[in-house]
């Protein structure tokens, strides 16, 4: 069946960096888009960062351009988000999605990964 | 940049009523939106994409219509568990709405 498991999260101090990793399984990994969505505390949902299913092309969220970076581990069948500079309105659940290959919407979620971003 | 609406913020209504939700587009998105639902705890599920097409194991009592710049989720008759938020999102960066509550009234 189709997972998708985050983790890395963690308490961190402001402008310091954590890498989040979303692992994926029971689909093929290359034939779709992963996405990182994240949600504040009590608020509505963010669209963050996005790496296509051709592995190269990417695209950010303006507020994280320049700070966050999304890779992929085909090897692995795993995505990356690397969070650098980070600040406090980063403080977030962050969830990895998917989305078939021409497609816009987001068939499968993780559970998600908290970060907190606090001195 | 495309910016979506929704309305309204809170919907609050009993067991067994209809709850229709909107979804306004700041330019036209012909049929590129989707609807997702999110319990506490719970990451979003995919419920409505392409403005009308049910997701796979949804049940019938959802419905979503709509085209251009405006978009209804209906849920016909409201089941205990469907009290949740409810978010719009569209294909332009897969943006989303601020969300709409049903609440049990």
């Known amino acids: 069946q189709v997972q998708l498991v985050e983790s890395g999260g963690g308490v961190v101090q402001p402008g310091r960096s954590l890498r989040l990793s979303c692992a994926a399984s029971g689909f093929t990994f290359t034939n779709y888009g992963i996405h990182w969505v994240r949600q504040a505390p009590g608020k509505g949902l963010e669209w963050v960062a996005v790496l296509w299913s051709d592995g190269i092309n990417k695209d950010y969220v303006d507020s994280v351009k320049g700070r966050f970076t999304i890779s992929r581990d085909n090897s692995k069948n795993t995505v990356y988000l690397q969070m650098n500079s980070l600040r406090a309105e980063d403080t977030a659940v962050y969830y990895c999605a998917r989305a078939e290959r021409g497609r816009y919407f987001f068939d499968y979620w993780g559970l998600g990964t908290l970060v907190t971003v606090s001195s | 940049e495309i910016v979506l609406t929704q309305s309204p913020a809170t919907l609050s209504l009993s067991p067994g009523e209809r709850a229709t939700l909107s979804c306004r587009a700041s330019?036209?998105?012909?049929?590129?939106l989707a609807w997702y639902q999110q319990k506490p705890g719970q990451p979003p599920r995919l419920l409505i994409y392409?403005?009308?097409n049910r997701a796979t194991g949804i049940p019938a009592r959802f419905s979503g219509s709509g085209s251009g710049t405006d978009f209804t989720l209906t849920i016909s008759s409201l089941e205990p568990e469907d009290f949740a938020v409810y978010y719009c999102?569209?294909?332009?960066?897969?943006?989303f709405g601020p969300g709409t509550k049903v609440n049990i009234k």
């Open positions: 999102q569209q294909h332009s960066r897969w943006f």
């Open positions: 392409d403005a009308s």
């Open positions: 330019q036209s998105i012909s049929t590129y």
